[in-house]
């Protein structure tokens, strides 16, 4: 089976991800890109939210308008560097609500591993979706819907602004029903599990950590 991801090749969006992969770029340039690609990419992942209309009244006279319906959706991030992509989101979703869960990957064995996790009871209930700006391995990401899933969660959908081909691959495997999105796919993983060409540590990158 061919994999599947959903590639958002919007013009603003590639020319703003060129500037972020430059090695010479700011971090406050950095983050403010990032942030402006979220919203964009947060328009593309919502594009099927449910409608209902309402009546209301125009100063000309009434109409029955469209509104969206059913629980507020909810973001999860997958600490830290998702807490980039959240941003931009909850511009655009500010009623939104937010799970966190905190990951890391081992640079050893490229393994994630848990330290933290708070999602809304309800998960069950509600869209959620999980942000991160990178896909490599897809370990972090795998993990962290198998964690969702136990917690209730059963409408899930990831977004991420860069993606290995190998990271697509297997988190197609381990979650078929999780609809993908992604600004770029890029060529392959190093040796240390890093995407080629990339834009390097996107946690780094953010917080300016190294
Ligand atoms: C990065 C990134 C993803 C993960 C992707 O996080 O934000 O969570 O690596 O790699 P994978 O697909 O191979 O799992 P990192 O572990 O560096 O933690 P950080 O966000 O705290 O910097
Ligand atoms: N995590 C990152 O931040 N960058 C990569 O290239 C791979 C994993």
């Known amino acids: ?31 403010q890109l990032l942030r402006e690609i979220s919203t964009l990419l947060a328009y593309e992942v919502t594009r099927d939210l ?11 006279q009434k109409m029955d308008a469209p509104v969206l319906t059913g629980k507020k959706l909810c973001f999860v991030s997958i600490l830290r560097a998702g807490n980039g992509l959240l941003d931009g989101m909850l511009d655009l979703l500010p009623s939104a609500r937010v799970g966190h869960i905190g990951l890391y990957r081992d640079p050893e064995t490229l393994e994630a591993v848990e ?62 029903d999780v609809e993908a999105y992604t600004a770029a796919i890029d060529d392959r993983l190093d040796e240390n599990g890093y995407i080629l060409p990339g834009l390097g540590d996107a946690g780094d990158r953010i917080y300016g950590t190294r």
């Open 115 to 176: 330290y933290y996790f708070k999602v809304p009871q309800d998960i069950g209930e509600r869209l959620a979706i999980v942000v991160d700006p990178m896909l490599a391995t897809a370990n972090s990401v795998i993990m962290a819907i198998d964690q969702l899933k136990q917690a209730g969660a059963n409408r899930l959908k990831f977004v991420c602004l860069l993606a290995s081909p190998e990271g697509i691959h297997a988190l197609n495997e381990a979650h078929p």
């Open 50 to 60: 449910p409608l209902t209309t309402v009546q209301i009244e125009t100063p000309l």
């Open 1 to 31: 089976m061919t994999d599947k991801i959903n590639w958002v090749d919007h013009p603003l969006i590639q020319h703003k991800l060129s500037l972020m992969r430059r090695k010479d770029q700011s971090t406050a340039g950095f983050r």
